[in-house]
C-alpha cells in the first residue's frame, strides 16, 4: 500500500507569522480552472497552537495548504466558526478578491485587444486605487492575447463598454469571448485566468490556450476508478438560439443562430439568452454561436470516483486532458477529458480521496 501523504495547514498573519498545524482534522480543498476553490479544516480545543494569534479574527489571515512540502492550495480565511469541540476554518482562493474591484462606468474600449489592450489596463487601475489586496500580495505576470479562432497568429479585438462590473466577471466574459465559436466554426483555445501558488510571490496571469493531451495518464475502470455515472441529458437541447444584448443609447442588438441536423433530430428548439456584459454585434454573434454549439446535442457529463490515495495532478496539471477508459455494461469510453478541476478530501486517519472535475474535450 502506497504511503499516505503528510498534509500540514499554515496560518500567515499580517504581520508575517506562520503558524503551523498538522493536526488539521475535516481538511478539504477545491481548485478550479477560472473560478474560486474553496477550503476547509479544523483545528481540535485543546490544540496548543490554537490561539486568537494563531487563527485570527477580525483580520486579514492567509491559508496555506501543503501536502508532503508541497504547496497545494494557498488563499484567505473567510469564515470562523466555533465550537464545544474546537474552531473551523474555511477559506477561498485569491480569484475571490478579483471580485473585490470594479472595473471602470461607461468607459469603451474600440477594437482592442482581449490581454494586452483590456484586462493589463484595467489590472493597472486596480492597482493605482491604492490599498487594494492587488497591489499588496499579488504579482502581475503574463496576460497574453487570445487569437481569433482558426488563426495561430492573428490577435482577436473586441469593442466593449463597462459598466462598474467587477473584475472577476469581466475575466469570466473575457475567457467566454476568447473561446468563442468565430469564425471558423471550431473551438481552439482555452483561455484561463490564475492567480498562482506561492510562499512569496503568487501572480497574476491570463493565458491565450492551457492544456494539453496526457496519453501516459490513464484513469482506467477497476483500477483507479471504482465507480463512475455517465449522464446523458436530452432536455437541454437548444438548437434555434436568438441572443439579445444592449449597448449605450440605448438599443437592443439581436444575434439568431440556428443547427438545422439538431432541429432535425429533436425537433426546433428555441432559447433567448440575454449577454448582459456584451455590448458589440460581434461579440453578441460569438457568443450566441457558442451557446447554440454547447447545446445543440444533448450534454454528456462522466462523474467518477477514484481508488484512495491517488495523488492529485500526478503527471499532469490544471488544463491537461487525461485519457479515461471505461468499459462497462453498454457504456464504452476511451476519451481524453480536460480536468477543469480538483476536489480533495482527508479523513481524520490521513486517507486522502482525490476528485479530479472532467469536461469533455471541445471539439
Given at each position: 500500500?502506497?504511503?499516505?501523504?503528510?498534509?500540514?495547514?499554515?496560518?500567515?498573519?499580517?504581520?508575517?507569522?506562520?503558524?503551523?498545524?498538522?493536526?488539521?482534522?475535516?481538511?478539504?480543498?477545491?481548485?478550479?480552472?477560472?473560478?474560486?476553490?474553496?477550503?476547509?479544516?479544523?483545528?481540535?480545543?485543546?490544540?496548543?497552537?490554537?490561539?486568537?494569534?494563531?487563527?485570527?479574527?477580525?483580520?486579514?489571515?492567509?491559508?496555506?495548504?501543503?501536502?508532503?512540502?508541497?504547496?497545494?492550495?494557498?488563499?484567505?480565511?473567510?469564515?470562523?466558526?466555533?465550537?464545544?469541540?474546537?474552531?473551523?476554518?474555511?477559506?477561498?482562493?485569491?480569484?475571490?478578491?478579483?471580485?473585490?474591484?470594479?472595473?471602470?462606468?461607461?468607459?469603451?474600449?474600440?477594437?482592442?485587444?482581449?490581454?494586452?489592450?483590456?484586462?493589463?489596463?484595467?489590472?493597472?487601475?486596480?492597482?493605482?486605487?491604492?490599498?487594494?489586496?492587488?497591489?499588496?500580495?499579488?504579482?502581475?505576470?503574463?496576460?497574453?492575447?487570445?487569437?481569433?479562432?482558426?488563426?495561430?497568429?492573428?490577435?482577436?479585438?473586441?469593442?466593449?463598454?463597462?459598466?462598474?462590473?467587477?473584475?472577476?466577471?469581466?475575466?469570466?466574459d473575457m475567457v467566454a469571448?476568447?473561446?468563442?465559436?468565430?469564425?471558423?466554426?471550431?473551438?481552439?483555445?482555452?483561455?484561463?485566468?490564475?492567480?498562482?501558488?506561492?510562499?512569496?510571490?503568487?501572480?497574476?496571469?491570463?493565458?491565450?490556450?492551457?492544456?494539453?493531451?496526457?496519453?501516459?495518464?490513464?484513469?482506467?475502470?477497476?483500477?483507479?476508478?471504482?465507480?463512475?455515472?455517465?449522464?446523458?441529458?436530452?432536455?437541454?437541447?437548444?438548437?434555434?438560439?436568438?441572443?439579445?444584448?444592449?449597448?449605450?443609447?440605448?438599443?437592443?442588438?439581436?444575434?439568431?443562430?440556428?443547427?438545422?441536423?439538431?432541429?432535425?433530430?429533436?425537433?426546433?428548439?428555441?432559447?433567448?439568452?440575454?449577454?448582459?456584459?456584451?455590448?458589440?454585434?460581434?461579440?453578441?454573434?460569438?457568443?450566441?454561436?457558442?451557446?447554440?454549439?454547447l447545446y445543440k446535442d444533448?450534454?454528456?457529463?462522466?462523474?467518477?470516483?477514484?481508488?484512495?490515495?491517488?495523488?492529485?495532478?500526478?503527471?499532469?496539471?490544471?488544463?491537461?486532458?487525461?485519457?479515461?477508459?471505461?468499459?462497462?455494461?453498454?457504456?464504452?469510453?476511451?476519451?481524453?477529458?480536460?480536468?477543469?478541476?480538483?476536489?480533495?478530501?482527508?479523513?481524520d486517519k490521513g486517507i486522502?480521496?482525490?476528485?479530479?472535475?472532467?469536461?469533455?474535450?471541445?471539439?
Amino acid at each position: 500500500m502506497a504511503e499516505q501523504p503528510k498534509y500540514m495547514v499554515v496560518v500567515r498573519d499580517e504581520s508575517g507569522n506562520l503558524y503551523e498545524f498538522e493536526k488539521a482534522t475535516n481538511l478539504q480543498w477545491e481548485w478550479y480552472e477560472n473560478d474560486v476553490g474553496r477550503c476547509r479544516f479544523h483545528i481540535p480545543y485543546n490544540d496548543v497552537k490554537l490561539t486568537t494569534s494563531s487563527i485570527p479574527q477580525g483580520a486579514f489571515s492567509e491559508i496555506r495548504i501543503y501536502r508532503d512540502n508541497s504547496l497545494v492550495w494557498q488563499g484567505f480565511t473567510a469564515l470562523i466558526s466555533e465550537d464545544k469541540d474546537g474552531t473551523s476554518v474555511y477559506g477561498f482562493t485569491y480569484t475571490e478578491i478579483l471580485k473585490w474591484y470594479r472595473v471602470g462606468f461607461n468607459t469603451t474600449y474600440t477594437s482592442k485587444k482581449i490581454g494586452s489592450e483590456v484586462i493589463s489596463p484595467i489590472y493597472d487601475i486596480v492597482v493605482a486605487l491604492g490599498t487594494d489586496i492587488l497591489e499588496a500580495k499579488i504579482t502581475k505576470g503574463t496576460i497574453q492575447d487570445p487569437y481569433t479562432t482558426g488563426s495561430s497568429s492573428v490577435n482577436k479585438t473586441i469593442t466593449k463598454t463597462v459598466f462598474d462590473e467587477d473584475f472577476f466577471s469581466l475575466l469570466k466574459d473575457m475567457v467566454a469571448t476568447s473561446r468563442a465559436d468565430s469564425p471558423s466554426g471550431s473551438w481552439e483555445q482555452d483561455s484561463v485566468f490564475e492567480i498562482t501558488f506561492s510562499d512569496t510571490t503568487p501572480t497574476f496571469n491570463f493565458w491565450r490556450d492551457v492544456g494539453s493531451n496526457k496519453s501516459d495518464v490513464v484513469f482506467e475502470m477497476d483500477s483507479e476508478i471504482v465507480d463512475f455515472n455517465f449522464i446523458v441529458d436530452m432536455k437541454a437541447v437548444f438548437n434555434d438560439v436568438k441572443g439579445y444584448a444592449v449597448q449605450s443609447g440605448p438599443s437592443f442588438l439581436t444575434s439568431s443562430q440556428a443547427d438545422t441536423t439538431s432541429i432535425a433530430s429533436f425537433y426546433r428548439r428555441q432559447f433567448s439568452p440575454y449577454f448582459g456584459t456584451v455590448t458589440g454585434q460581434t461579440q453578441l454573434d460569438e457568443m450566441a454561436k457558442d451557446t447554440l454549439k454547447l447545446y445543440k446535442d444533448p450534454t454528456k457529463t462522466l462523474s467518477v470516483n477514484f481508488a484512495a490515495n491517488i495523488k492529485p495532478f500526478d503527471g499532469y496539471s490544471m488544463g491537461d486532458s487525461v485519457k479515461v477508459r471505461i468499459n462497462r455494461g453498454r457504456v464504452s469510453i476511451d476519451a481524453f477529458y480536460r480536468v477543469i478541476g480538483m476536489e480533495v478530501v482527508v479523513s481524520d486517519k490521513g486517507i486522502e480521496n482525490t476528485t479530479p472535475i472532467l469536461q469533455s474535450q471541445r471539439t
